[in-house]
């Protein structure tokens, strides 16, 4: 799933870079396409190092240690990326519909250029902590009596690490979840009262501001689809973060190590999906794709 998703990001990159940034959805979704090509590329270094080949002795690192800073905190660095992108996607759409006399002098270009690279700087900001106080090192293992490449800690990294993990998984993965469900909900209500208030006026608009209302309707739909691929996909792991608050038992290393396992995998499998099946949406609800 994830190298035919690569490749369908690849793909959306191209397509929307050949199409321009004129439009503040194409430049959205061009930097969504980023992020999850990154989050899956990420994600099959994460599957690489788990697998047994590399956690055995017949290697010069451990494969569960490197993978910490080399892929799993990446990929939760791109796939906070995505959700807080699909937010922003959300809020700009619903800006559209509720306010569309207004929203090209509130959303302008510059300014949405301005929050999506926001986006993109304070998610790395919010990884930086992590990479200060751990690092790769070779260090002696007596179960393997084996110097290895492992993970190295600095006297602070329990405690960073805590907060971190507070702020870039609890709070950020709720954060954008959240918004993206709200503007999701206020985008179907409105254009439901939309259209019983023009049935109910009898409302014929002319050629021109039709074939911009359609224009509209065509780019909301694409993107509540997107939204509603992103909230099914993106639940399992806000159940998990849940889960680990009200059970403490329920993480990697507690009495249900098995089934929190079994979970991150589940949560893995839609993630992966989510980051790679945007294209059929763009190809069968986007008329210049």
Same mark, same amino acid.
């Given at each position: 799933?994830?190298?035919?998703?690569?490749?369908?990001?690849?793909?959306?990159?191209?397509?929307?870079?050949?199409?321009?940034?004129?439009?503040?959805?194409?430049?959205?979704?061009?930097?969504?396409?980023?992020?999850?090509?990154?989050?899956?590329?990420?994600?099959?270094?994460?599957?690489?190092?788990?697998?047994?080949?590399?956690?055995?002795?017949?290697?010069?690192?451990?494969?569960?240690?490197?993978?910490?800073?080399?892929?799993?905190? @990446?990929?939760?660095?791109?796939?906070?990326?995505?959700?807080?992108?699909?937010?922003?996607?959300?809020?700009?759409?619903?800006?559209?519909?509720?306010?569309?006399?207004?929203?090209?002098?509130?959303?302008?270009?510059?300014?949405?250029?301005?929050?999506?690279?926001?986006?993109?700087?304070?998610?790395?900001?919010?990884?930086?902590?992590?990479?200060?106080?751990?690092?790769?090192?070779?260090?002696?293992? @007596?179960?393997?009596?084996?110097?290895?490449?492992?993970?190295?800690?600095?006297?602070?990294?329990?405690?960073?690490?805590?907060?971190?993990?507070?702020?870039?998984?609890?709070?950020?993965?709720?954060?954008?979840?959240?918004?993206?469900?709200?503007?999701?909900?206020?985008?179907?209500?409105?254009?439901?009262?939309?259209?019983?208030?023009?049935?109910?006026?009898?409302?014929?608009?002319?050629?021109?501001?039709?074939?911009?209302?359609?224009?509209?309707?065509?780019?909301?739909?694409?993107?509540?689809?997107?939204?509603?691929?992103?909230?099914?996909?993106?639940?399992?792991?806000?159940?998990?973060?849940?889960?680990?608050?009200?059970?403490?038992?329920?993480?990697?290393?507690?009495?249900?190590?098995?089934?929190?396992?079994?979970?991150?995998?589940?949560?893995?499998?839609?993630?992966?999906?989510?980051?790679?099946?945007?294209?059929?949406?763009?190809?069968?609800?986007?008329?210049?794709?």
């Amino acid at each position: 799933i994830a190298v035919a998703g690569i490749l369908a990001n690849v793909i959306n990159i191209m397509v929307f870079t050949k199409q321009g940034f004129k439009d503040n959805v194409n430049l959205s979704l061009f930097c969504l396409a980023i992020a999850d090509f990154c989050s899956l590329l990420t994600l099959i270094v994460t599957c690489v190092l788990s697998h047994p080949r590399f956690l055995g002795t017949g290697n010069n690192f451990v494969g569960i240690e490197v993978q910490f800073l080399v892929a799993c905190w @990446p990929h939760v660095c791109f796939t906070k990326m995505t959700g807080w992108i699909t937010a922003f996607i959300m809020f700009e759409r619903c800006m559209c519909v509720a306010l569309p006399l207004t929203v090209k002098t509130v959303l302008t270009k510059a300014r949405v250029q301005f929050c999506l690279v926001t986006i993109y700087v304070c998610v790395i900001a919010g990884v930086i902590p992590t990479y200060a106080t751990h690092s790769l090192g070779w260090k002696f293992y @007596p179960g393997f009596n084996r110097t290895l490449l492992g993970l190295q800690f600095d006297d602070w990294a329990i405690e960073v690490t805590y907060v971190s993990n507070l702020l870039n998984i609890p709070v950020s993965s709720i954060s954008s979840f959240s918004l993206t469900f709200v503007c999701t909900v206020v985008i179907s209500f409105l254009l439901v009262k939309k259209r019983k208030w023009r049935k109910a006026n009898g409302c014929l608009p002319n050629k021109a501001s039709h074939q911009m209302s359609g224009n509209d309707h065509r780019a909301v739909k694409m993107v509540t689809v997107v939204s509603v691929i992103f909230l099914v996909s993106v639940t399992p792991s806000i159940a998990i973060i849940i889960g680990t608050v009200l059970f403490i038992e329920f993480s990697l290393t507690g009495k249900y190590r098995r089934l929190f396992y079994m979970c991150y995998c589940v949560s893995f499998v839609l993630e992966a999906i989510n980051s790679s099946v945007n294209i059929l949406v763009y190809y069968n609800m986007n008329v210049r794709f």
